[in-house]
């Protein structure tokens, strides 16, 4: 290794010759193993379709009643997967989770998923050693046959859809089901896994028309389902979205303040640890810490994913890729024999730390010793006062080990990870 010495002291002379760094001193047989060995990665499947537009998502989805040509997607798709593959030589690569998400994926048929899953079974070498296959679900698209269909495909965890168990707010929010036919689903669902499952069931904060009461109604109606899996997000009033024309440039319906729907998640928070929720993110918790996104978790800690579909996107090696939003542009390039990715970014040493920050805190905790062997220097060198601040206030602890959030931290959100990322970013400047 080369001495760093201050240039005062250095009197100019010829040197060795130095042919690399760090010297070969420093090279051993375990980092050799390490590198020969393929690194795993996820595979994300993006379904655009649904069968409903409601009032407060932002996804860019297609209403089956538009008629969309979800054969030929799916035979798009198919074929994208064949390419990209082999494109990216990425068959050979141990399959840590596979995440099918949308838009609503429960509305294929069930050819449909016997062909998407055959496709990545022939492309992927190690397809079958994943650990977690998840599929997104809404509750009117679920039905026995298809759920037995997805146990008997190996499907491990299903995503559900509900966001309120109370009628009058799931109308308000342009859904096409009830009360009824959410626990319907789930019941399907749950007898169709038959313990090879997982469900999770996704809930939203600050609805239109949540009041104290109905919010408390909905906690407790998803508790009771015993669902190994509650999801809270914190609804976001986008600008493409009918919730805010309604409830912010036009302000014809009422949206619950930030404050309230701070309360609604301490309420929830505080509801789910006396019923043993125990939460992995901020905003998951899971029935005794049973369950877990294998596929989340890890692309957050950085592992590579490869996102086959329209508007898709991955994450592999050094950089970020991205397929083309456009639906029908989508499947004429795929039928013209050409990946359809649109976009990509290449990530900076500066990206690499900030984004490691950023997503980890999503998971409650950082590996502090992990961030020094990955990055040779402590995190603290890098933010050392806001984390003395951030803990001063009772958003974090820190220890020796890792910092982790404190109650009031899940509370805030990513509040804790913008902080730390915005430090880092201005300490590089
Ligand atoms: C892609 S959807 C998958 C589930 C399925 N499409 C359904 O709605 O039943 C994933 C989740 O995104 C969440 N979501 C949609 N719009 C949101 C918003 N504006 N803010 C926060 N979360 C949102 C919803 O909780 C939804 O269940
Ligand atoms: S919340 Fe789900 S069903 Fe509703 S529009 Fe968004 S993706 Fe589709």
Same mark, same amino acid.
């Given at each position: 290794?080369?001495?760093?010495?201050?240039?005062?002291?250095?009197?100019?002379?010829?040197?060795?010759?130095?042919?690399?760094?760090?010297?070969?001193?420093?090279?051993?047989?375990?980092?050799?193993?390490?590198?020969?060995?393929? %690194?795993?990665?996820?595979?994300?499947?993006?379904?655009?379709?649904?069968?409903?537009?409601?009032?407060?998502?932002?996804?860019?989805?297609?209403?089956?009643?538009?008629?969309?040509?979800?054969?030929?997607?799916?035979?798009?798709l198919c074929k994208e997967i064949e390419m990209g593959v082999d494109r990216f030589d990425i068959g050979n690569r141990p399959i840590?989770?596979?995440?099918?998400?949308?838009?609503?994926?429960?509305?294929?048929?069930?050819?449909?998923?016997?062909?998407?899953?055959?496709?990545?079974?022939?492309?992927?070498?190690?397809?079958?050693?994943?650990?977690?296959?998840?599929?997104?679900?809404?509750?009117?698209?679920?039905?026995?046959?298809?759920?037995?269909?997805?146990?008997?495909?190996?499907?491990?965890?299903?995503?559900?859809?509900?966001?309120?168990?109370?009628?009058?707010?799931?109308?308000?929010?342009?859904?096409?089901?009830?009360?009824?036919?959410?626990?319907?689903? +789930?019941?399907?669902?749950?007898?169709? *896994?038959?313990?090879?499952?997982?469900?999770? $069931? %996704?809930?939203?904060?600050?609805?239109?028309?949540?009041?104290?009461?109905?919010? #408390?109604?909905?906690?407790?109606?998803?508790?009771?389902?015993?669902?190994?899996? $509650?999801?809270?997000?914190?609804?976001?009033?986008?600008?493409?979205?009918?919730?805010?024309?309604?409830?912010?440039?036009?302000?014809?319906?009422?949206?619950?303040?930030?404050?309230?729907? $701070?309360?609604?998640?301490?309420?929830?928070?505080?509801?789910?640890?006396? #019923?043993?929720? +125990?939460?992995?993110?901020?905003?998951?918790?899971?029935?005794?810490?049973?369950?877990?996104?294998?596929?989340?978790?890890?692309?957050?800690? *950085?592992? %590579?994913?490869?996102?086959?579909?329209?508007?898709?996107?991955?994450?592999?090696? %050094? *950089?970020?890729?991205?397929?083309?939003?456009?639906?029908?542009?989508?499947?004429?390039?795929?039928?013209? *024999?050409?990946?359809?990715?649109?976009?990509?970014?290449?990530?900076?040493?500066?990206?690499?730390?900030?984004?490691?920050?950023?997503?980890?805190?999503?998971?409650?905790?950082?590996?502090?010793?992990?961030?020094?062997?990955?990055?040779?220097?402590?995190?603290?060198?890098?933010?050392?006062?806001?984390?003395?601040?951030l803990a001063d206030e009772g958003f974090i602890t820190i220890s020796e080990q890792e910092v982790a959030l404190t109650s009031k931290? +899940?509370?805030?959100?990513?509040?804790?990870?913008?902080?730390?990322?915005? #430090?880092?970013?201005?300490?590089?400047?």
């Open positions: 290794m080369v001495a760093i010495v201050e240039r005062s002291q250095l009197e100019p002379k010829r040197l060795p010759l130095i042919t690399n760094y760090p010297s070969f001193r420093k090279w051993n047989k375990a980092a050799l193993d390490e590198k020969l060995q393929d %690194d795993p990665m996820c595979i994300y499947v993006h379904i655009p379709f649904c069968t409903q537009r409601c009032s407060f998502c932002y996804y860019k989805t297609v209403d089956l009643k538009e008629r969309p040509e979800v054969d030929g997607y799916v035979d798009s840590h989770a596979v995440y099918f998400g949308g838009g609503t994926p429960s509305l294929l048929k069930e050819h449909h998923f016997v062909k998407i899953i055959e496709t990545l079974r022939n492309k992927f070498k190690h397809f079958e050693s994943r650990n977690q296959l998840s599929v997104e679900a809404e509750p009117l698209t679920v039905s026995k046959s298809k759920m037995e269909t997805l146990a008997k495909l190996g499907v491990t965890r299903l995503s559900m859809g509900v966001q309120s168990f109370n009628d009058k707010i799931i109308k308000l929010s342009g859904r096409g089901h009830d009360e009824k036919q959410a626990y319907r689903a +789930i019941d399907i669902a749950q007898k169709a *896994g038959n313990g090879q499952w997982t469900i999770n $069931i %996704d809930l939203l904060s600050g609805l239109a028309g949540e009041t104290p009461e109905t919010w #408390a109604e909905s906690l407790e109606c998803a508790l009771n389902t015993g669902v190994e899996s $509650i999801t809270v997000y914190k609804m976001e009033a986008f600008a493409n979205t009918e919730v805010y024309k309604l409830g912010v440039r036009e302000e014809t319906i009422e949206l619950p303040d930030d404050e309230q729907e $701070i309360e609604f998640m301490r309420y929830a928070m505080e509801r789910f640890e006396r #019923a043993n929720y +125990i939460p992995w993110s901020f905003f998951t918790y899971t029935k005794n810490g049973s369950d877990e996104s294998k596929y989340i978790s890890s692309i957050w800690r *950085g592992m %590579d994913f490869y996102g086959f579909g329209v508007s898709a996107f991955g994450s592999l090696g %050094d *950089g970020l890729l991205q397929n083309t939003s456009d639906l029908e542009k989508y499947n004429e390039i795929v039928n013209q *024999g050409e990946l359809p990715l649109a976009r990509g970014y290449r990530f900076n040493g500066l990206d690499l730390i900030v984004r490691e920050v950023l997503m980890g805190m999503k998971l409650l905790t950082l590996d502090l010793k992990g961030f020094k062997k990955r990055h040779g220097f402590k995190l603290q060198t890098l933010c050392g006062s806001t984390l003395k601040e931290g +899940i509370l805030f959100g990513d509040f804790v990870g913008q902080t730390l990322a915005n #430090a880092i970013e201005k300490a590089y400047r």
